[in-house]
């Protein structure tokens, strides 16, 4: 197994590696380190079940079941599937327009996902990329008052606001229904975590956040808008240009993400596993 660092410290490729195959403990604990170290690991050529990518994923810990109930693999239902496909009668198979805005997974519960694994069975020729963006370089770039002031600060989070946004601009999302709504009420985390694996200070903003807690709503909107624009800029970022076969890790507690769009007329169909994770502080 060979790990080759990225020059901006965020996503390694991990080579040498068949994620299918039974892992022993020795291997299994330089892939988490890598991942510790990395934040984002790109493991290319892989060619695993559903089975075996939710295998994997469990040696880090237990899977979430995700809220949109109906974009689930039927069998297996720790699988989310990202896909424009059409089922017969011309339902979506997956979430077409999947995150295409910087976020971290699941950032909307009082238990937000540790880490995602998403697995490319098919990409169109160009395009459809993901950026990621080290939340760890940009709390470091901070000035002391700057860190001193966020770390005093919550940051409300809510699902259903960031769905029914994107449901109007691309047109191609159901409306949530009222139960998928009450299941995700909005919560409010700590706007500098840590991250509790590395020990290391960490932003935690993004897409789902709808304000900050004791702040007026259109301020506190406009204040979390403005830190998730600084801490997903250029300086931060690592750009992923997908491969079939590709599987890409990531932490969620310390890299936010957000995918582009693409040619309709490819098909893009991947499966994504997303790790349990424990409440910020
Ligand atoms: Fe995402």
Redesign the pocket.
Known sequence: MEVTRQATGLGGRVTGVDLGAPMDDAAFAEIHKAFLDNSVLIFPEQEITPEQHIAFTRRFGDLEIHVMSQFLLPDHPEVLVLSNDKKPNGDAVGIED??RYW???LSYLEKPSMA?L?YAIEVPPSRGD?MFASQYAAFDALSDDRKEELSKLRAVHHFGSRWNKETGKAGVRPKMSAEELAKTPPVDHPIVRTHPETGKKTIYVGGFCTGVVGMEEEEGAAFVDELSDYASSEPFRYLHQWNAGDLVMWD?RCAM???SDYDPQYRRHMN?TTLKGDAPF
């Open positions: 999947a995150g976020h971290s997974d995602s998403l993901t969620n993400h957000c995918a994504r």
